[in-house]
């Protein structure tokens, strides 16, 4: 770091080309080092020498105050010389760092800001980080629209869905420990949850099956036949046609086609409307407090299974408070209570539940839109029904930490050699298991993945060449009451050290954004710059 030093009779000052404040006394002699730190303590000595001891000075109270203030500085600047240079050398590798990425997040804060004007959200706080370093943390818009509160990093929001991988970390964590078993009945765990059927015979549901959404316990629609004739038009406008040779079939399947492109386009172009009626669900806005998890089962508990459990997948927010009910039991403390610790073991200091009493430093404003098109506060909701399928509070950050976390255990399932490495949050099968597809599933945000156990997967593949290629990589979006969110996780393909990859999260106080694009998207950006600078180095 080039220095420009100037000492007069009392004052000395820097110039730092990371520092973003007025330069100020003695910083130098705070940030130099060797010879000419040395230097300049012997010419601040001498100077106060013969400021204290001339005859003069002696007749003039003025100059003693000013010898004493001297030495007083100067053994201020002894004390706390490192630690203003550890300081300024951390800044220094910091915009090294970030300078790496420079082109990356330019393009991402564009990709940012477009997908904020087009959804109208008043804030969004993104995070980023490349082989487990954070490269870029940023905010835009406000956090509060009324008092002008920008977002910023450590913006804290609703998480959303989100929550559903952090209660999976905590469900195979007690896997390890073998005080879950993954495939035995909830009710060994959970006995007020009643004996299920489904036409007529009694079934069994498993913490495996609600981790992956096959339980067959609703989500927040309640009428049976609605949700199984929404599931059944579905399925028919993913499955192909089939191949028939007789023209009356082929007239068929060409009107077929048109019904199913008709029907797509009209999806695409009411996109938002079908979020709308999800939001619509009263469910969605709840104002009872539950004092407990197993109280809030009492919501779905004696309603009907939507479909056999094991044989369709039905996302459920609900499913997972049972879930929740079976980690309290299992880990014998209250389920926020195992959260937290779990929190505190992971360095997410700022991740807790969204509670409305507690002051909650940073916390956002939630907002949606009215019938008139304006941006409003959102109501007020409780979400103590369902803290492990939506109901926690976080920052970008901490998300980062958490996605990265979970990336370290994945990767040292790879290795031959883990000497001198510290083991991960996770197992590496654990984490293997965690991240590993399961048949009969799907997500919504990306129809190239299947969901696995808290998480939605997408496997590399190539069908043909010089066509389109799919990178492996993990996420989950959250929707909630006033905001959206993603967490995404890009495995890297070279590397030897865990964690190697991309890590993105996107937070925003707007309900119904859908973010998965976008998060995958500046994940790419990210991938290309780190591969480009490796090439290059």
Not at 198 to 207: A, C, K, L, S
Not at 208 to 236: C, N, P, T, W
Not at 316 to 336: I, K, M, N, P
Request: proline content about 4%; charged content about 30%.
């Amino acid at each position: 770091m080039s220095r420009l030093l100037c000492l007069s009779r009392s004052h000395m000052y820097t110039k730092c080309k990371y520092s973003v404040q007025k330069c100020e006394p003695f910083v130098c002699l705070l940030t130099s080092r060797g010879r000419v730190r040395d230097e300049l303590m012997k010419r601040l000595i001498s100077s106060s020498r013969r400021a204290v001891l001339t005859p003069y000075n002696s007749r003039h109270p003025l100059f003693w105050l000013l010898g004493i203030g001297t030495g007083f500085v100067l053994a201020l600047g002894l004390k706390y010389r490192d630690s203003a240079s550890e300081r300024c050398e951390c800044d220094a590798q910091k915009t090294l760092t970030v300078s790496r990425y420079s082109g990356a997040i330019d393009t991402s804060r564009g990709l940012l800001q477009r997908i904020k004007d087009e959804v109208g959200a008043p804030g969004m706080v993104i995070g980023v980080s490349v082989d487990g370093s954070h490269v870029w943390c940023e905010g835009v818009g406000y956090a509060d629209l009324e008092n002008r509160v920008p977002c910023g990093p450590d913006t804290v929001m609703r998480i959303a869905s989100i929550s559903k991988p952090l209660t999976a970390a905590a469900v195979a964590r007690l896997w390890e420990e073998d005080k879950i078993d993954l495939d035995a009945p909830v009710q060994r765990y959970v006995p007020e949850f009643p004996q299920k059927q489904f036409d007529g015979e009694d079934v069994t549901i498993t913490p495996r099956m609600i981790l992956s959404h096959l339980s067959g316990i609703r989500h927040y629609e309640k009428d049976v036949k609605k949700v199984r004739e929404d599931k059944e038009k579905a399925k028919r406008l993913l499955k192909p046609p089939e191949k028939k040779e007789e023209k009356s079939s082929d007239e068929n399947k060409e009107k077929l086609e048109k019904a199913e492109d008709s029907s797509a386009k009209n999806k695409e172009a009411k996109g938002g409307q079908k979020r709308k009626k999800e939001f619509e669900q009263e469910e969605y806005y709840l104002k009872d407090n539950f004092e407990n998890v197993t109280q809030a089962l009492d919501l779905f508990k004696d309603d009907p299974l939507v479909f056999r459990p094991g044989s369709t997948f039905l996302y459920s927010t609900h499913a997972y408070t049972l879930l929740s009910a079976v980690v309290e039991r299992a880990a014998g403390q209250r389920f926020l209570d195992h959260m937290m610790k779990m929190f505190r073991e992971l360095g997410m200091l700022n991740t807790v539940p969204d509670e409305n009493d507690p002051i909650i430093y940073n916390r956002s404003r939630f907002y949606h839109f009215n019938k008139k098109g304006r941006v409003v506060n959102c109501p007020y909701v409780d979400n103590s029904y369902k803290w492990a399928g939506g109901g926690f509070l976080s920052t970008v950050g901490d998300l980062l930490v958490f996605g990265n976390a979970l990336l370290y255990s994945y990767q040292m399932a790879e290795l031959k050699n883990t000497d001198g490495l510290l083991p991960g949050f996770l197992k590496p099968h654990t984490a293997k298991a965690i991240w590993a597809p399961v048949d009969k599933t799907d997500a919504s945000w990306d129809k190239d993945g299947l969901y696995a156990q808290g998480w939605l997967v997408v496997e590399k593949q190539q069908k043909y060449g010089q066509c389109r290629s799919r990178r492996h990589y993990v996420s989950h979006t959250g929707s909630a009451v006033g905001a959206s969110s993603v967490l995404l996780v890009l495995p890297s393909e070279s590397g030897h050290t865990p964690p190697q990859g991309v890590v993105v999260t996107i937070i925003t106080n707007m309900q119904s954004v859908g973010l998965n694009t976008t998060a995958l998207k500046i994940a790419q950006e990210f991938d290309k710059a780190r591969d480009e600078e490796r090439v290059s180095s």
